[in-house]
């Protein structure tokens, strides 16, 4: 639409353009009421989503539901609150990125950093992986995972960067949001090698940081911080040399079935 309203030849046409901006501003307003839906974490909501998501946001209630009586039981409740909290997070910066991939943005990194760090899911999934663990889970390790401690952002760095760095190509090919590599590139006019050469040295810092966190005395008690040591040891095994999570019949598949099929050979 941009474009096309500084187009000052025969072909521009002013009631096609105007059409053009209700027709997004109408769906902008769709997208938001879907995000306001899910951000209510209301099951009352679902009928106001579109088929496809109806699905997915069923799926999502059903998970928490299941643990919400034990957590209640048990007086832990106020961890389900912590990975709902999580959730909401998680999806309002994946409208985000969908909102630039429909707009072509290409943000600095730091914008982009911003919002994959959440998107890379990590900030969620060590907050679930917290809420069915026993006594050694206080309300403070879940109020320390909510500052985004050291430890945690160098996992999330881990998972976004060596990501991005094998499966970036695969990405854009089918249509996605910039990633780290093109807002590098872009902003710095640097190389894609020179991009994955600042990258490569920002994981090897983020693993010294999660060293660094585990030598004692520790923010949190030690197996709290293995939750998360072993989300940043997955990325290693996933992405280490190839995108091996798109590819998983390739890369993954004999790790998986030497791990929980095949027992090793006597």
């Given at each position: 639409m941009c474009i096309f309203q500084e187009d000052a030849s025969?072909?521009?046409?002013?009631?096609?353009?105007?059409?053009?901006?209700?027709?997004?501003?109408?769906?902008?307003?769709?997208?938001?009421i879907e995000l306001s839906h899910i951000a209510k974490w209301d099951?009352?909501?679902?009928?106001?989503?579109?088929?496809?998501?109806?699905?997915?946001?069923?799926?999502?209630?059903?998970?928490?539901?299941e643990t919400e009586k034990d957590m209640a039981d048990q007086g832990r409740l106020y961890r389900l609150h912590f990975a709902k909290e999580a959730m909401k997070t998680l999806v309002r910066n994946y409208f985000y990125e969908a909102k630039w991939c429909h707009q072509n943005y290409v943000p600095s990194l730091d914008e982009y950093m911003t919002v994959a760090l959440v998107t890379?899911?990590?900030?969620?999934?060590?907050?679930?992986?917290?809420v069915g663990m026993g006594n050694i889970v206080t309300k403070q390790a879940f109020e320390w995972l909510f500052t985004n401690p050291k430890m945690l952002k160098a996992s999330s760095v881990i998972c976004r960067l060596m990501d991005e760095m094998v499966s970036h190509k695969f990405e854009q090919k089918r249509g996605h949001v910039a990633s780290s590599i093109e807002c590098f590139m872009i902003q710095h006019g640097a190389t894609e090698e020179e991009a994955r050469d600042e990258f490569q040295k920002q994981v090897i810092d983020a693993w010294k940081d999660i060293n660094e966190e585990c030598l004692r005395p520790t923010a949190v008690?030690?197996?709290?911080?293995?939750?998360?040591?072993?989300l940043s040891r997955v990325i290693d095994v996933m992405y280490k040399d190839e995108d091996g999570y798109t590819h998983a019949h390739v890369v993954l598949k004999d790790s998986v079935a030497s791990l929980l099929i095949n027992p090793v050979p006597l």
């Amino acid at each position: 639409m941009c474009i096309f309203q500084e187009d000052a030849s025969q072909s521009h046409n002013e009631v096609l353009l105007a059409f053009a901006k209700l027709d997004f501003n109408i769906l902008q307003k769709m997208h938001q009421i879907e995000l306001s839906h899910i951000a209510k974490w209301d099951v009352s909501a679902m009928n106001q989503l579109p088929g496809y998501m109806k699905l997915c946001y069923r799926s999502l209630l059903d998970v928490y539901s299941e643990t919400e009586k034990d957590m209640a039981d048990q007086g832990r409740l106020y961890r389900l609150h912590f990975a709902k909290e999580a959730m909401k997070t998680l999806v309002r910066n994946y409208f985000y990125e969908a909102k630039w991939c429909h707009q072509n943005y290409v943000p600095s990194l730091d914008e982009y950093m911003t919002v994959a760090l959440v998107t890379s899911g990590y900030s969620m999934l060590a907050t679930t992986s917290f809420v069915g663990m026993g006594n050694i889970v206080t309300k403070q390790a879940f109020e320390w995972l909510f500052t985004n401690p050291k430890m945690l952002k160098a996992s999330s760095v881990i998972c976004r960067l060596m990501d991005e760095m094998v499966s970036h190509k695969f990405e854009q090919k089918r249509g996605h949001v910039a990633s780290s590599i093109e807002c590098f590139m872009i902003q710095h006019g640097a190389t894609e090698e020179e991009a994955r050469d600042e990258f490569q040295k920002q994981v090897i810092d983020a693993w010294k940081d999660i060293n660094e966190e585990c030598l004692r005395p520790t923010a949190v008690s030690m197996p709290l911080l293995d939750r998360i040591l072993n989300l940043s040891r997955v990325i290693d095994v996933m992405y280490k040399d190839e995108d091996g999570y798109t590819h998983a019949h390739v890369v993954l598949k004999d790790s998986v079935a030497s791990l929980l099929i095949n027992p090793v050979p006597l």
